[in-house]
């Protein structure tokens, strides 16, 4: 499409953009153009952060000589025509603002030529008025120079950092882009050094390592749907207008997500990308750490590089200045494409912590298992996704804990007719058999496994067990409830009975039966069968408090009250350490353990088991 002014009524309905803000914004707009240009090749040139020079040259379409003056024109564009055209955007820029915002605060020269041209034009704008376009010697394709940024407007140059952090945001800007792209080879150069490269090789694990190393890359693990080779396909230059008129189209996921084991401190290592345009998204993020819930720790973050691609008409990209955010038409629908999808990688290809930081080795849990000794009878196939599917009272008298104070679940026969577990269905993996070698140090169970040694914490592996059961149950409104021969008053101050009151519902859903007992006090008639035996009035009215002012923290979590709720039930139920456990209840809680599907870590993100693998011990004993 030829470059064409805007008609007044379409150009109204752009959302104006103050689109220059810092170096990083003419690079953005720079690169953006290239990308919509279809170059295969993108080079940035930097010096003194941008200020000085940012140079952009692309391999792509080239503009034609005499649509040069255009280009430069406000609300000029070749990718809009209609107002029509702002339901279904397809390229990256589409108000035809850039160049002229870009020319109004710096000297720019445009030095271009379409593949088919003889010769290509040169253009230049200074202090926002535009020369004239004369013949020029070219290579096909864009070079956009820009040169003394600001330098007109002393005010924009207060607010910006130093060299160093502006080159850095320039830099950070198209790796973001990189990331997008991996089928388009992008070189940056600051102060005449290369500091950023990319293969162009369609792999977008290629780009993983250039962005952020090979160690990272290496933990990083692809979501279902990405394949690197049709990634590279090139977006098509418009949507068919078949596509855009199928509006039960699904977001389609795909990109990399790291393993829980591989985690950053800040939020800074999510990217995300619509229909490959870079935006910054609240939803997605919260995805994102929603699909980690209870695999990372508090304050860890995990590295992300998602793309959502969904039909053009099913999103708004016309809402930001920067056009860094999108409006999605059916958010929770993207949502939960994009936390569904995250979740099953993680949790589908998790693994124990290694012992040694040197070991990548990644063990293969779809592989079989290794013969178990006699000792441990290898479980069939049914009993290992069992826990939870066969009454436990066919299992003997699973999870029972050497504490009379602290019995697991199990002692409740009658009530686990419990569904599929909650979240296996999701990963699919699961722990691979394990021969239990004893306990060490009343806290851990040793045990081996397919490649080597795995060291598990009793309480932490536990609490994962009796919290994918009871989680499983409320969600089929199965939950195993304990009545009290005896209930129990607890007294309590008003101001705590008010907010215990106010969850008197929610706690019946998880299993509590509490109803007035006169005055202040509450009475206690049944319990979660996990508690069943934690009957005595103080800590039960510690435990009832935190459940009822839970919520806060709940939702910090992004998980319901009852999730939460029932996280601390788990907690307080499981075994602790420091408890005794008989040979016979150590292989029990690993069976248990095997049939969880989030076994890597506790409900709070500890991990559950830390592995040593031959290849380890083999090092560590000089075998090679
Ligand atoms: P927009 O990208 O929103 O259309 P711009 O001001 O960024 O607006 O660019 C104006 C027009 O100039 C574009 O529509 C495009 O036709 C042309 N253009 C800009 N940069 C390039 C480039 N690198 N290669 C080819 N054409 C370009
Ligand atoms: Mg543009």
Redesign the pocket.
């Known amino acids: 499409?030829?470059?064409r002014q805007l008609a007044p009524d379409v150009a109204a309905k752009i959302a104006a953009g103050e689109v220059v803000e810092r170096p990083a914004s003419v690079v953005k707009?720079?690169v953006?153009?290239?990308l919509?240009?279809g170059?295969r090749h993108i080079r940035v040139e930097l010096a003194n952060g941008g200020l000085g020079l940012i140079r952009?040259s692309?391999d792509?379409?080239?503009?034609p000589s005499e649509?040069l003056p255009?280009?430069?024109a406000r609300h000029?564009?070749?990718?809009?025509q209609a107002l029509g055209d702002l339901e279904r955007i397809a390229?990256?820029?589409?108000?035809?603002?850039?160049?002229?915002?870009?020319g109004a605060v710096a000297e720019v020269t445009?030095l271009?030529r379409p593949r088919a041209a003889a010769l290509g034009a040169q253009m230049a704008v200074v202090e926002g008025e535009t020369g004239l376009p004369a013949p020029a010697g070219a290579p096909a394709?864009?070079t956009?120079t820009v040169r003394d940024l600001f330098a007109s407007v002393p005010g924009r140059l207060k607010f910006l950092k130093t060299r160093g952090t502006e080159t850095g945001r320039c830099v950070h800007l198209v790796e973001q882009y990189a990331l997008a792209f991996p089928e388009v080879r992008f070189t940056v150069v600051s102060e005449g050094r290369q500091v950023f490269t990319t293969p162009g090789d369609g792999k977008l694990a290629s780009v993983l390592v250039a962005v952020y190393g090979l160690a990272v890359a290496e933990h990083m693990v692809p979501l279902d749907g990405t394949d690197d080779t049709t990634s590279a396909q090139p977006e098509p230059e418009r949507v068919p207008a078949a596509a855009a008129a199928a509006p039960a189209t699904r977001p389609q996921v795909s990109g990399y997500v790291s393993r829980p084991s591989c985690y950053k401190s800040t939020r800074g290592y999510l990217s995300f990308f619509v229909n490959r345009r870079w935006v910054q998204s609240r939803t997605l993020n919260f995805a994102v750490e929603e699909a980690y819930h209870s695999l990372l720790l508090a304050g860890r973050h995990p590295i992300a590089v998602i793309n959502v691609a969904l039909d053009p008409a099913q999103l708004d990209a016309n809402v930001h200045p920067a056009k860094t955010e999108v409006r999605f038409l059916y958010e929770r629908q993207v949502f939960a494409a994009v936390q569904r999808a995250v979740r099953a990688a993680v949790l589908a290809t998790a693994e124990a912590p290694e012992v040694s930081s040197r070991a990548f080795a990644i063990p293969d849990w779809t592989s079989p298992a290794v013969p178990a000794s006699a000792d441990a009878p290898r479980a069939s196939a049914s009993d290992t996704s069992l826990w939870g599917r066969t009454p436990a009272g066919a299992e003997g008298q699973p999870g029972r804990t050497a504490d009379a104070d602290a019995p697991a679940a199990g002692s409740d026969a009658g009530g686990f007719a419990v569904p599929g577990a909650a979240d296996a269905a999701v990963g699919g993996h699961k722990l691979p058999v394990m021969r239990v070698l004893g306990q060490v140090s009343q806290s851990y169970i040793i045990t081996e496994g397919p490649d080597g040694v795995y060291m598990v914490d009793q309480h932490a592996a536990h609490e994962r067990v009796l919290l994918e059961r009871m989680i499983a149950e409320w969600r089929s409104r199965a939950v195993s409830s304990q009545l009290l021969l005896q209930p129990v008053p607890v007294e309590l101050a008003p101001a705590e009975r008010e907010p215990i009151e106010e969850h008197l519902d929610a706690l019946a859903q998880i299993g509590f039966a509490i109803e007035p007992f006169g005055g202040d006090a509450l009475l206690v008639r049944a319990l979660p069968a996990v508690l069943a035996a934690q009957t005595r009035p103080q800590p039960l009215r510690e435990l009832l408090l935190e459940l009822a002012g839970g919520g806060a923290e709940a939702a910090s979590h992004g998980e319901t009250w009852e999730e939460h709720a029932l996280a601390n039930v788990a907690c307080k139920a499981a075994i602790k350490a420091g408890q005794t456990l008989t040979p016979e209840e150590q292989r029990e809680l690993i069976r248990q353990l095997e049939g969880a599907s989030a076994y890597q870590s506790c409900c709070h993100g500890r991990p559950t088991m830390v592995h040593l693998s031959l290849s380890a011990l083999e090092r560590q004993f000089d075998r090679r």
């Open positions: 499409m030829p470059i707009e720079l953006e153009n290239a919509d240009a170059a952009v692309d792509g379409c080239g503009i649509e255009l280009a430069f000029a564009t070749s990718k809009v390229s990256l820029g589409f108000r035809g603002e850039a160049l002229a915002s870009i445009l271009s394709g864009t956009v």
